[in-house]
Structure formats: C-alpha cells, structure tokens
C-alpha cells in the first residue's frame, strides 16, 4: 500500500471542507463523513466528482460505498492510476 | 354515484395525444401496452463517449412537419414540437375544430423538468467549444420554458387561451392536469389542453448517471435486481372539458377526473419521504370522494430506483391497508420520460380503463422483499377497471396524484 504525498493529504482536506461543509479544525482522518457528520449523500457525490477533477483520476461507482472517511480516500488515492 | 356534482362540475378527458418510445397516436399506444413493449435501445442524440453504459427510449422517426402546420420547426425545440403534436393529436381525437377552439375559453397547461435543454445543450457545448460569438440565434430564441405552452396557443391560434407550462419536473404532468381540472371544475375555462413534455438531453442523463441512478440494461420497477431509470422522452396532452359540455357536443368521454391531490415534502432535495407522499395520496382521494379500497389500480410513479420503490410502497401501503392494489410502472415500457412521464401515465390509466386491461411492469425477474407488491408482471392481463390513481413523485418533493375513474353512461 503506498502512501500518499503530504501535499495531496492537504488538498483532499481542502476539497472536503469546501464540499462536505465542515471546519478545517473539527475534520479527522478516521471519522466517518455519514455518521459522525451527518454528511448528505448528494455532498459526498459532489465531493468525490471534485476528487476525480483534481487528481485526473476516475472513481468506479462500486468503489463510491466504500468512501466513509477520509483514510478511505487518501488509500483511493494513493492506489489509483491517474488518467 | 358521484353524488352532490352537477354536470357542469364534473371534469371528463375527451381527447387524448401522445408522443412516445413506444407508440405515437393511441392504437400504437394501446398495442404497446397491451403487450408490454419496450422503448428501450442505445442512446444516439449524444455523444456517449466516456459513460460506462447509455440505454435510454428515445423517439426515432418522429416527423415535426406531420403534426406542426402552423409554426416554423425551426422556431421550435424538441419538447415543443412533441407538445404541440401530442396537443393536435388530442384536439383531433376530442373532436374538436380549431374555430371551435378559437370560440372558446382554453388554458392550456404543459408540465416539463427539462423544458429545452436539448437545445441548452448544444448552446452550453457551442460556447465551450467555439465561444459565445458561434451561439446561433435561432436557438437562443427557443429555450424558453414558458414556450411549450405558448407554442400550442400559436399552432391553433388561441390569442385567448391562458398559457402556464409547470416546472414541478417528474410530477408536472399531474399537476398540469389538476390545474386544468380545478379550472374546469370552477368554471374559470370551457376546454382544457393540459399534459406534459420532454425531450432527451446530455445533462439530465449526466446528472442521473453522476448520482448512480442510472440502469445499465433496463428498467425493473419492484425487482430485487433494479438499478435505476433510463432516461426517456415524449409527450401526452389530454383534453379536458365538463361533462355538460361533453354531453351536450356529443363528444366520446374517455375517463372521468375525480379529483387530485399535492403535497411538498420539504424534506431531502432528492429522496422522497413516504409520510408524504402517503399524505398526498389520502389528499387526492378525498378530493375524489374515494376511498382507498375502491381503487382497482394504481399506476405508481416507479422509477425503478432503490429509493423510489421502497419509498413509494411504504407510502401505498399505509394508505391502503388490507386493500393493496395492483401496482403497475409504466416506466419499465417507457423509461422516464420526465416532464411527460405522469401525463403519459394518466393516458395510460384512461385507456386501461376504457379497454379493460392493466398494462404490464415488464423486465421483472423477482420482485423485492423490501417492496412487495402485485405489480402485475411482463404480461397485461385483461380487468374491469373503475377506479385508478396514478402517482406522480419529483425531485424537491414535489408530490401530485390523480384520481381517474370509469364514466359510466348508465350511472351518471
């Protein structure tokens, strides 16, 4: 498993923020997006799609369930060819 | 039977139209239904490079110049001509002339999502491309929304008829339809062109696709297996008129309005909530005079999606008890035609009822534990229909039933 680069660690962090409406400040790796923010499923659709535009990289639709926080997209990330 | 509602008050459908994937024109309509055809086949009115899947019903060989006489085609978008065809096609079938028209009070009613976004497409791919200097005018002077009702004012010439097209998107039609309904039943209007319209377009496909409810093979309203919608286009217009007026021009009487309801869930921007849509449900039925186990059918709204389904059964199922229905999806037949999906679901209901048969939910395999129902599957089977309610549920929550049932000369 690689890991990724601190740079992008930030930029996933920005692009959830922005997109997933919450504070820099209160966001962790490990809480889930659904049930520990009470995060929309349309936001999560939005955020992933900005994922894909940054990173030139493409998310299946049986991968989407498996985003539930943000380690889940760092380890996406990491392992996902770019386009 | 319908107690205390004089005849100038009761509101009958007299024509019908219809602009469809698996027929245009009622025989064609009927036939489909009757065996459970499929408008389903390969989108081709974009380019579906990059989508991993794009099956949708498009209509092939629809010829504007067949139904427009009046207006210029190229004045019109898509959704504007199948308005306007589907609105000659009732009017004929209503037996009524265009001076006839012209000597009368109309309102005209059309329900839409998309409007012209076909056209706001090819605009939105133009600019990209080329740059706001290549937009091409003609198109620029058709996408307004409020066209597709105005449109068939200009076909037949009704410089008086009041013209409303309704946004309310997979519901409008129903909402078009109470809308010419309540004007009717008020006295506000002597004839009532009221329906619903849309055309295939990139962004609503996208939008569908981007949010996982798009199938990759067909539509399975109530099945185990189903995946979600495919997008569809066309049109119904009904024509609407009292049943005094009917009587007294000796117009055939396909069906009665008996009543409707509407409901905002103001819940979830997309996600239905069954209280809701059950409250709507109890709405158009005491608007009706109806109670729950006199109804013989219900045409559901049934996309096809995990959401839908589930959701929309809860909601029957609390409003009618013991006393179920058959629930049919003519979205698995027509996909979803948006805008026009619950007008072409009304005609849908009316011919059931006037040639005695329920119109299959075809593609089933299995249907799902979490939405049992008798959704009467693939093969249409033969019923003596006097009562049918048919569901109309739209993003925003937006909510609408009606309430259809047989005219019976004997016992009016």
């Known amino acids: 498993m690689s890991i990724l680069a601190i740079d992008r660690v930030q930029r996933v962090n920005e692009l959830a923020c922005t997109h997933l409406e919450l504070d820099p400040g209160e966001i962790t790796d490990t809480a889930l997006f659904i049930e520990d923010y009470g995060v929309d499923s349309l936001s999560i659709i939005d955020f992933t799609a900005a994922i894909e535009k940054e990173f030139s990289i493409a998310i299946s639709r049986e991968a989407l369930p498996e985003l539930v926080n943000l380690a889940a997209v760092y380890e996406l990330l990491a392992n996902s060819p770019v386009l | ?412």
């Not at chain 2, 504007?80 to 037996?95: K, L, P, T, Y």
């Not at chain 2, 133009?126 to 200097?133: A, K, M, N, P």
């Open chain 2, 1 to 412: 039977m319908r107690a205390g509602r004089s005849d100038a008050s009761r509101v009958v459908i007299t024509g019908l139209g219809i602009v469809s994937s698996i027929g245009i024109g009622i025989p064609d309509f009927v036939d489909s239904l009757r065996s459970g055809r499929s408008g389903a086949k390969p989108i081709t009115s974009f380019d579906t490079t990059g989508y991993d899947y794009s099956i949708g019903c498009e209509i092939t060989g629809f010829e504007p110049g067949q139904w427009i006489k009046n207006v210029p085609t190229e004045e019109l978008g898509r959704t504007s001509q199948f308005s306007i065809a589907a609105a000659r096609m009732a009017i004929e079938d209503a037996g009524l002339s265009t001076d006839d028209l012209r000597s009368l009070s109309c309102q005209i009613s059309i329900g839409t999502t998309d409007g012209e976004s076909k056209d706001l497409d090819h605009l939105t791919e133009t600019q990209v491309l080329s740059g706001w200097e290549a937009l091409d005018p003609v198109i620029c002077s058709r996408i307004y929304a409020n066209l597709l009702s105005v449109a068939i004012a200009r076909e037949f010439g009704l410089s008086h008829a009041e013209t409303t097209t309704i946004a309310t998107a997979c519901s409008a039609g129903n909402y078009s339809i109470g809308n010419g309904f309540d004007a009717i039943r008020v006295g506000d209007t002597d004839i009532a062109l009221c329906g619903g319209a849309d055309a295939v377009c990139r962004k609503t496909f996208t939008a569908f696709y981007r949010l996982g409810t798009i199938a990759p093979d067909c539509c399975r309203p109530f099945d185990r297996d189903r995946q979600g919608i495919l997008t569809g286009e066309g049109a119904g217009v009904l024509v609407l008129e009292s049943l005094e007026s009917a009587l007294t021009r000796g117009a055939t009487i396909h069906a009665e309005v008996l009543g409707y309801g509407l409901t905002c869930d103001a819940y979830h921007p997309v996600a239905p909530e069954a209280a809701s849509v059950a409250r709507c449900m109890d709405i158009a039925l005491r608007d009706a005079n109806v109670k729950p186990h006199e109804v013989d059918l219900i045409s559901a709204h049934g996309t096809g999606t995990k959401a839908n389904d589930v959701t929309e059964v809860r909601a029957i199922r609390e409003v009618f008890g013991d006393t179920v229905p058959r629930t049919i999806s003519l979205k698995s037949m027509l996909g979803h035609t948006m805008g026009a999906a619950s007008a072409l679901s009304a005609i849908g209901c009316s011919l059931a009822i006037t040639h005695g048969f329920i119109p299959p939910t075809i593609n089933h395999r299995e249907t799902d534990p979490e939405c049992t129902i008798d959704c009467v599957p693939n093969t249409s089977v033969e019923a003596d229909l006097r009562i049918v309610q048919n569901n109309g549920l739209a993003f925003g929550g937006n909510n609408a039933v009606v309430i259809l049932g047989r005219y019976d000369e004997e016992h009016a």
